[in-house]
């Protein structure tokens, strides 16, 4: 054999082999990455429908308010209004909202409350009238009591389950913002829900979009550079999963702040919304 062909094989010897993707490694891939959404997709369903069961008595004051009766314009015009005994009103008159509801998993009873709830208002505004305007069902028992003594309006009920409760409408004398609140004691609860907490399903369409881009640039960069496929799939699976550790972390940035559709005053506008999609 000449010189010159041991040469060449010499050179084709010491060439780099270009690794080549197998089927198998294909497979990998493609298993890697439907685990990576799995698991996105039961973690997310466990924690936030499954997961976590407990009592969770709401009382969301509607920051919107109406005037009924301004007293300074009023002041000169041939109108009395008059209290139920008879008193002439001498302040201005403010229509509120409130709605009391269970937002948790977990049903609160009679038996569960140690206190009684009650609602009452500050700055020396005085309850002239009261309406439930909604109740999310009946078979709740849900009633309220006007204690004309102590200006308080009481709350009962036989059982909440989750999303049963009330709206009410206050018609109150004194200041227009004064404000609204609910004391008592339920069992298993530190403090009453003031906020909405529920998490739009839209976050989760957007951990699955999240994982499709992280898989379709997993697989390009994985065939330019077949040495790093291993850490390239650990970075690129991770990505969804790092996702929705941050909703349940700082889930007050994901709160969709709306009342239950077994509340709502009026039929939500859901055209732009992901579950009026699916209606």
Do not use: C
């Not at 997961?51 to 109108?79: M, N, Q, W, Y």
């Amino acid at each position: 054999m000449g010189s010159g062909v041991r040469q060449k094989l010499n050179i084709f010897a010491h060439m780099p082999i270009k690794k080549v993707a197998t089927p198998s490694r294909s497979k990998d891939i493609i298993v890697s990455s439907v685990i990576s959404i799995a698991i996105t997709i039961v973690f997310g369903y466990y924690f936030l429908y499954i997961g976590i069961k407990e009592r969770k008595p709401t009382f969301f004051v509607d920051p919107a308010r109406t005037t009924i009766l301004d007293k300074s314009e009023a002041a000169h015009a041939p109108l009395l209004l008059l209290k139920a005994n008879g008193d002439t009103v001498r302040s201005d008159v403010t229509s509120g909202y409130f709605y009391f509801f269970n937002q948790g998993k977990e049903t609160i009873r009679q038996e569960n409350i140690y206190a009684p709830l009650v609602v009452s208002l500050g700055d020396g505004a005085r309850i002239l009238d009261y309406k439930i305007l909604k109740e999310a069902r009946a078979v709740s028992g849900i009633q309220l009591t006007l204690d004309s003594l102590s200006q308080t309006l009481g709350i009962t009920f036989n059982a909440l389950e989750q999303d049963d409760g009330v709206a009410v409408q206050l018609i109150y004398e004194g200041d227009k913002n004064t404000a609204i609140h609910l004391a008592g004691g339920i069992d298993g609860v530190k403090k009453f829900e003031s906020r909405l907490i529920t998490i739009n399903p839209l976050y989760f369409v957007v951990a699955l979009a999240i994982f499709l881009i992280a898989a379709y640039i997993y697989l390009v960069l994985s065939k330019r550079y077949p040495d790093k496929s291993l850490t390239l799939l650990f970075a690129f699976s991770a990505i969804p999963i790092i996702y929705l550790l941050l909703v349940f972390y700082r889930t007050e940035w994901f709160v969709t702040h709306a009342v239950p559709d077994t509340l709502l005053l009026q039929p939500a506008n859901d055209l732009f919304t992901l579950p009026g999609w699916f209606k």
